[in-house]
């Protein structure tokens, strides 16, 4: 009986495994340079070494001959650059790969591929001619790890040698029975095939760009991993037959992120695309965790060649992608002036205008409260006196615009304008909830200097709390400032327009009995916030700054005092909500992953608005498209502030709807993500009334079950 070259390869690599693990006395082999988030950091070196994890592919050469068939020369290594066998019988894990074919044609800026496949909705019945990748080609191996691939499809004839062409290629390794998962990567080569230089190039947003939220952009079960990649396929010529959506790159990524604020869902219609296997991928509930107006978080300038392109080649595809109630075979909506090719666009709508909320690309995108005429609201604190146990603390800060002049405290008394000072301490954990019987928000107390504050002409401002330091409170306090402004735009004009925008959060610090002055940890950097949210401002644009955020959001925080109020009366008759700050974000980010491990979050909030976080779309654990993993920590954690144990001393957190409560620090801020039952009840298990929680004993940072080693992909 003949064996399959496949279990040969199996025992080979049985047998240089053990031969490894056999010399392992004798020499010690080193760990290649993995980080803690992968896999293979945890795995035996000596498996490691021997199964080299990773996949590097490199396109080396293209070629397209005088009758049209198209050759590729590719590299598949490990991230050490040693060669792989495709096959994986002389390496382990095989690896499989794809490759595309398109070109640029002369006149034109978008990619038309020559790898198509043909596609019949059984929905509609209707068929469209699609990019794809070559099927029935054929592999020569011309070195180790070096293959040249010959296409089954072949460029038409008569095809012009002197326009742009780029080759894609993407592929993944199967390391899946070493526990290292699925490596991937794609590359793509841009040549001419008569072999002149390449001048047509389309280069308008690249991959780090989407990096930044994304974390790392992985399609069509991961494989597809750049921008560069994706507009081979993502073409004008592209359509899905089931709903008549473009596949086309700028009109369907546009219209993913505008999502559920497209005129037409707001309309009560659904953006959907039906892909492989007849799979619904509906975007009509993405919310941007950007201002959608804010083009630059992916035509970020001077990132690419051609990042400009939104504001000097305006398209009718492009905006009318997030523009989608726009007509222009007729003109609907568009001023009543049909618009039958681009040629035109760029004439009304140029770059930037005299005046913000014009036609123009910058003005049509103004966000209002970040407009360029804002008088500005700018704070600062000076310092805290009498900011001891048991007294009164005096503030002395700063209220000037942005020409430094002051601001009268008075002006700010009137509805949108408002200046709050809120105390909050210790720092080692807030949460302090003595700071007197008409105080109904536990931990932190928020006063309106504007009604007994005193200013002088230059913007110094000095404001005595009402409320004293708890005659018995230590260590260190702290004193946050915010300052909001409304103001009007566009007045007298038929634009005329109401908004709102706040000045930078600012916190101090102070001793209320002597010790060292220790601010509070830093868990989380609102730069890596701002990485997806662009400027991220809450509450009426009052907050922030996370050093803001966790005064009021602590273990002490629910929303009783708004639950009472809720607009849906089911929610009245629930429990308060934690709003603690690290189970509220974990939750927040979880989104509709909550509702598959039988988890929801639901905050109630000012005006009694229910803000249900169960259609967020964050929480990808495995390449699916959605902006994040969770895994990562480290795309909001500084520090290493997930790991554990956490710092001694927290406090239990009040969690009324939660399935513990009140619940340890380690356990709350796990279960904010892991929502099951099973989760809370594994905490409980290693929860003792007497001593606390045991969680670092299995996931403490040297542990077997360590933080980053469990969320290591």
């Known amino acids: 009986m003949r064996m399959p070259s496949s279990v040969f390869a199996v025992a080979r690599w049985a047998l240089a495994v053990t031969v490894l693990v056999g010399s392992v006395a004798l020499v010690s082999a080193p760990k290649p340079a993995f980080t803690v988030h992968d896999k293979a950091y945890y795995a035996d070196p000596n498996t490691v070494n021997f199964v080299r994890p990773g996949l590097m592919i490199k396109l080396q050469s293209a070629a397209i001959a005088a009758d049209g068939t198209i050759t590729a020369s590719v590299k598949l290594t490990d991230p050490k650059g040693l060669p792989l066998d495709k096959d994986g019988i002389t390496t382990p894990g095989a690896v499989s790969v794809s490759f595309i074919a398109a070109t640029i044609p002369k006149g034109q800026t978008q990619y038309t591929a020559y790898t198509t496949r043909t596609q019949t909705s059984p929905i509609t019945n209707v068929t469209a001619v699609q990019a794809g990748a070559d099927s029935g080609g054929s592999f020569t191996k011309t070195a180790d790890g070096v293959y040249t691939y010959t296409f089954k499809t072949k460029a038409p004839s008569g095809f012009d040698a002197s326009a742009t062409h780029s080759i894609g290629v993407y592929g993944s390794r199967d390391l899946s029975e070493f526990d290292m998962g699925i490596q991937y990567d794609d590359d793509v080569l841009t040549f001419v095939p008569n072999g002149a230089a390449v001048t047509q190039v389309r280069d308008v947003v690249r991959t780090p760009a989407c990096n930044a939220c994304h974390d790392q952009l992985a399609f069509h079960g991961g494989s597809r991993r750049s921008v560069e990649l994706c507009i081979l396929c993502h073409t004008p010529q592209t359509t899905d037959p089931d709903t008549g959506n473009t596949v086309n790159f700028p009109v369907m990524i ?101 005046l913000e909320f014009d036609a123009s690309i910058k003005g049509a995108h103004t966000i209002p409260e970040q407009s360029a005429t804002r008088p500005g609201v700018n704070v600062d604190i000076v310092k805290v006196d009498n900011g001891t146990a048991g007294n009164k603390p005096t503030v002395t800060f700063t209220l000037r615009d942005n020409s430094g002049a002051g601001i009268p405290l008075g002006s700010m008394t009137t509805t949108p304008n408002r200046v709050a000072l809120v105390l ?13 019987s008409d105080v109904t928000t536990g931990g932190y107390v928020s006063e309106d200097p504007t009604k007994t504050g005193q200013c002088s002409s230059d913007g110094t401002c000095t404001y005595t709390f009402q409320h004293a330091i708890p005659a018995d409170a230590k260590g260190t306090f702290a004193i946050g400032i915010e300052a909001r402004r409304g103001l009007t735009l566009l007045p007298g004009t038929t634009k005329q327009m109401s908004t709102e925008y706040g000045a930078i959060n600012k916190v101090s610090y102070f001793s209320v009995d002597g010790t060292p002055v220790t601010p509070r940890r830093k868990v989380v950097d609102v730069n890596n916030c701002n990485k997806c949210h662009a400027f991220l401002s809450l509450h009426g644009e009052n907050r922030n700054q996370i050093e803001m955020c966790v005064l009021c959001h602590n273990a002490s925080e629910t929303d009783k005092a708004r639950r009472p109020t809720a607009t849906d009366p089911a929610q009245r008759a629930m429990p308060p909500q934690s709003v603690d700050f690290a189970y509220m974000i974990h939750r927040i980010h979880t989104g509709e992953q909550m509702l598959e491990d039988g988890g929801s979050f639901t905050v109630i909030g000012f005006g009694g608005s229910v803000n249900d976080f169960t259609e967020v779309r964050y929480p990808a654990f495995s390449p699916t498209g959605q902006p994040g993993d969770r895994r990562n920590c480290s795309m909001c954690h500084v520090n290493g502030s997930e790991q554990l144990p956490l710092q001694p001393g927290l406090n239990q957190v009040t969690s009324p709807q939660g399935l513990l409560n009140p619940v340890g620090p380690t356990t709350n801020a796990c279960i904010g993500c892991h929502v099951s039952t099973a989760a809370a009840s594994h905490a409980l298990a290693q929860t003792t009334q007497q001593l606390g929680e045991s969680c670092e004993v299995c996931h403490g940072s040297d542990a077997q079950f360590s933080v980053n080693q469990v969320h290591a992909r």
Request: proline share 5%.
């Open 424 to 436: 909050a301490g210790p720092t080692k954990d807030y949460g302090y909830t003595n700071f007197g």
């Open 254 to 354: 546009h219209k993913i992120h505008a999502g559920s604020s497209l005129p037409s869902v707001q309309a009560g219609g659904k953006y959907q695309i039906i892909g492989f296997q007849q799979s619904v991928s509906d975007w009509s509930t993405v919310v941007f965790p950007a201002d959608v107006r804010r083009c630059e978080v992916c035509h970020v300038q001077g990132a690419s060649t051609q990042a400009a392109n939104y504001l000097n080649k305006p398209s009718r595809a492009a905006c009318g992608a997030c523009h989608d109630n726009v007509n222009f075979a007729t003109g609907e909506n568009h001023v009543n002036l049909p618009q039958i090719s681009d040629d035109q666009c760029a004439n009304c709508h140029i770059p930037q205008g005299e």
